[in-house]
């Protein structure tokens, strides 16, 4: 027997990529049932796609321990509102969208209430050891994964999992990139000189703390290279974050057209994250960079368990780009590092063709659909 407002279901994402990979999933969701009626948190391209959200993503950027504690009292309201929403709309199933320190401390709390959890773009628990994937086996009803080496962990364990492909691929795929002659003369840019890019992050706490040491580097760089500097900002950051440093440093701000600006961009300064996979897929050669505060480091560094942070060095199996870490993430050694690739073609050519390799890897395009038609079955199952 079918129940009432079986239409209904609840997404949570909590950070950009999770929101853009959580507009695609409910466009692709809509498109096979509009009557479904969506929930959660998102950002701005998830409400355009039809949520009803409850927070914005710009309310969840937590990053560290320290960052989660301070803010644990909002933690516990967002958590409790979620809750109302889900006995108000009498819903049961929700979808988890990577985000594993809030998602999965709320999967634990929607247990007591026989909730379906679809968990899409997996925890790293390859990083995180097996500590995870128990937590993950009580909690989680089916596991949608992104990566293909992720499906081994999971089956080893009794985990329901389902691999769709990275939606990446298709977003990629389906972005209409401008032309060099074009993007530079809409955003005035010097047609002599290559872009060296740099993305800070999209947390205002990692642009605060990566940005300065980066700029000094680019300015070298630059200099050196006869490069121009390119800060891509994150749409749910405000300007003034970015545009004080302008003073000092000499960098265009362009928000919203990353893919561009990889597509272009002679070399890369990436936070790591997404967006170290996205510039793998433009073959974008680049320097992965990391930092947080010294206690969640000395956490970190006891509990993960892979040798690398940056997500094309862990898909290619070896550091094709080098990452620096913490104290590493200054000017002089970015400048070096930087240094070290932009005046050696054949190294730079190889890294290019390395990272060549991550599309092969990551399977064929179409895993928005392919969730979607997993959440809708797993919504008719119930």
Known sequence: MKRINENNLMI???EVSGDLHGAHLIKEILKMNPAVRIFGIGGDKMQAAGMQAAYHINKMAFLGLTEVIKHLPFIKRVQKDLISIIKEKNIKEVVLIDYP???????RKLKKFDIKIFYYISP???????GRIKKIKKLVSKMIIVFPFEKEFYSKAGVDVEFVGHPLMEQIENYSLLSKEMFFHQYDLDSSKDILLILPGSRKNEVD???PE????????CREFNLQTVVAGSENIDAESYS???NEFEFKL??????????LAKFGIIKSGTSTLEAGLFQLPMIVIYKTSAITYLIFKRLVKVNNIGMVNIILGEEVVPELIQKDVNAKTIFEESKKILSDTVLYNQIKDKLGRIKTLLGSSGASRK???IILLGMNES
Do not use: C, E, P, V
């Open 124 to 130: 790293q628990i390859w990083a995180w050891g097996a």
């Open 244 to 246: 004080r440093h302008q």
């Open 371 to 373: 969730a979607a038609s």
């Open 12 to 14: 949570i994402a909590g």
């Open 254 to 263: 362009i928000t919203g057209k990353t893919y561009d600006l990889m597509n």
């Open 214 to 221: 980066t700029l000094k580097a680019a300015k070298k760089i």
């Open 209 to 211: 703390n990566l940005l």
């Open 101 to 107: 320190g809030f998602n999965l401390n709320f999967a």
